[in-house]
């Protein structure tokens, strides 16, 4: 949550102000006349902001397309009589061992 908070303290090495009934310490703002900053608060974490905080939109990425081709494997003649070979092969070599 962003609070406008009271700077107690501010030189060159620190800056101490107020959040929330609690000083809270930081590194120096640079700022020399500051005697009020907006404090933006989360999970202990304190961020010195602009008065009005903007948030940016998340940004999507697209997902990128997956092209699938359906591939038919197509049997050559060559092919297939390889396959009746083998198969006759494998069939005379169980003959051959009984």
Do not use: W
Not at 44 to 53: A, I, L, S
Request: hydrophobic share 30%.
């Amino acid at each position: 949550m962003i609070r406008e908070c009271n700077v107690v303290i501010n030189n060159d090495e620190v800056t101490v102000f107020v959040y929330n009934g609690i000083e809270v310490q930081i590194p120096s703002i640079h700022q020399q006349e500051a005697t009020k900053i907006f404090v933006d608060e989360k999970d202990g974490v304190y961020t010195v902001v602009d008065n009005v905080k903007t948030t940016l939109p998340e940004l999507s990425t697209p997902k990128a397309k997956t092209y699938t081709k359906k591939i038919e494997k197509k049997t050559t003649k060559k092919d297939s009589s390889r396959k009746e070979d083998m198969i006759s092969n494998d069939i005379e070599s169980d003959q051959s061992e009984t």
